[in-house]
């Protein structure tokens, strides 16, 4: 039987670019060879498309060549130059592993539905409510979940310090890892978290902070078949969760403990569960998701924030939840093909 041909494309020009390769890295060391015959499609920094053999720390300085994926249907495939002529590479599904802009924000998803090649995960409309922590919050407001109150500053606006009852989190609304993230304390330290989220966005977020236990998690599945992993909880020892901005984040986080499964009695985190399934049928998600949600003292869960592409690095807390519930990486790799393919 032929093998199912995947294009996996990993890199992208966002602030999450090293850690897509290593998710890449994780992906392409735990794939079935005997089932799958993967297509390693990594994009530089700038932009730049290359097909390589592998994902590696150094995938640029390897043996590439130019590969474009063609939003002509009836090619279905990459476009590949090799000795000045292009060659066609039939796709069967492509599995992005493109963290933050143009990977999860409804970019890279709308030249997959162009080329007619079914990918993994959510779809062009959901991966930008969900980036998007504004619309996300709006949205699973109104399907009854509990979320942070919230402000909206556009390129330029002022905001009336004095009208936040701090401490709150300023945030890029569409970014991810926690890049431009700051807690504010007062108002004089208002202006400058501001300043330092437009590095990564026009649009900002003023999210009142909200008191609780930092939980996770993982989902799997379209529609009403879904599936979770365990539940996961974050002590924070100082600051906010950054761990893929730290130096070895592989040796665990500076400041932070992540508990798998959390710590929680099994009524809350079958609640928690519950509650994560609600929001990623809310939100429109399929294939996967990482719900995040506060649990407060008094047993409310409220919304953090839902990716709808988390990390698969040896360190990234998808993967562990699904591996605590007893799905491997491999399985879980073949799991999502298998949804993208059933669409």
């Known amino acids: 039987m032929d093998k199912v041909k995947v294009a996996i494309l990993f890199g992208g020009c966002s602030e999450e670019h090293n850690v897509s390769v290593k998710s890449a890295i994780e992906i392409a060391a ?10 390693y499609i990594g994009i530089t920094k700038s932009g730049v498309w290359k097909m390589c053999e592998k994902p590696c720390a150094e995938w640029e300085n390897d043996n590439c060549c130019s590969a474009v994926l063609s939003p002509d249907k009836k090619m279905h495939g ?3 130059i090799k000795n000045h002529e292009y060659e066609i590479h039939h796709v069967d599904v492509a599995f992005s592993v493109l963290h933050g802009k143009s990977g999860e924000d409804g970019s890279i998803q709308g030249l997959f539905e162009l080329s007619g090649i079914p990918y993994v995960g959510s779809d062009i409309q959901s991966s930008a409510i969900c980036m ?7 949205i699973a407001k109104n399907a009854g979940i509990a979320t942070p109150e919230f402000w909206v500053i556009h390129k330029d606006d002022k905001p009336a310090i004095d009208e936040f009852t701090y401490p709150v989190f300023v945030k890029p609304a569409r970014s991810g890892s926690s890049y431009g993230v700051k807690k504010v304390n007062g108002a004089d330290e208002l202006n400058t978290a501001i300043e330092s989220a437009r590095q990564y966005d026009s649009k900002i977020l003023i999210e009142q902070a909200v008191f609780g236990y930092e939980v996770g998690c993982a989902v799997l599945g379209n529609r009403s078949e879904l599936t979770t992993g365990e ?8 600051g906010i969760f950054r761990i893929h901005q730290e130096a070895e984040p592989e040796k ?3 400041n932070a403990v992540i508990t798998i499964p959390a710590d929680l009695s099994a009524e809350e985190q079958e609640r928690i569960r519950e509650t994560a399934k609600k929001i990623y049928k809310a939100l429109g998600c399929r294939g996967l998701a990482r719900v995040d949600m506060f649990l407060q003292d008094n047993g409310c869960i409220v919304l953090n924030e839902v990716n709808t592409l988390p990390g698969f690095t040896s360190y990234s807390r998808y993967p562990r939840m699904m591996a605590a519930a007893g799905i491997t990486l491999p399985e879980l790799i073949d799991r999502l093909i298998s949804l993208a393919l059933k669409g």
């Open 252 to 254: 665990g986080s500076e």
């Open 30 to 39: 735990n794939i079935d060879k005997e089932k799958y015959e993967p297509l």
């Open 78 to 80: 990459l476009l590949v």
């Open 132 to 138: 998007d922590k504004t619309l996300a919050y709006i």
């Open 231 to 238: 539940v996961d909880q974050i002590r924070l020892q100082h």
